[in-house]
């Protein structure tokens, strides 16, 4: 069983910072691309940024220059920083990450997992 759990939500005035965590656990044979999606209320979920396990990323181009996304591979945890906030940046941000595991018959299987979300509110 794969967990992805996300932490570092919560409410902030617009231009300020946030940094979002979030750590996958369970029988993880390694882990390739990770990223991030949003979805505001009556909008369908977008990613927001992604990035591979070789550390190359890319955004969605209403966050370039504002967000970053980095990864730990030993700790198996993706992080996204977000500056420069703006209220249409509020939204339901969730965790995903493309995971590799071990079958029973030793076949490797790769699967999306997702974590619960985590709210990220922007004052104006």
């Known amino acids: 069983q794969v967990q992805l759990v996300e932490s570092g939500g919560g409410l902030v005035q617009a231009g300020g910072s946030l940094r979002l965590s979030c750590a996958a656990s369970g029988s993880i044979f390694n882990i390739n691309a990770m990223g991030w999606f949003r979805q505001a209320p009556g909008k369908q979920r977008e990613l927001v940024a992604a990035?591979?396990?070789?550390?190359?990323?890319n955004f969605a181009d209403s966050v370039k220059e504002r967000f970053t996304i980095s990864r730990d591979n030993a700790k198996k945890t993706v992080y996204l920083q977000m500056n420069s906030l703006k209220p249409e940046d509020t939204a339901v941000y969730y965790c995903?990450?493309?995971?590799?595991?071990?079958?029973?018959?030793?076949?490797?299987?790769?699967?999306?997992?997702w974590g619960q979300g985590t709210q990220v509110t922007v004052s104006s």
């Open positions: 995903n990450a493309r995971v590799i595991t071990i079958g029973t018959t030793l076949k490797l299987n790769e699967d999306d997992y």
């Open positions: 990035i591979t396990r070789g550390g190359t990323s």
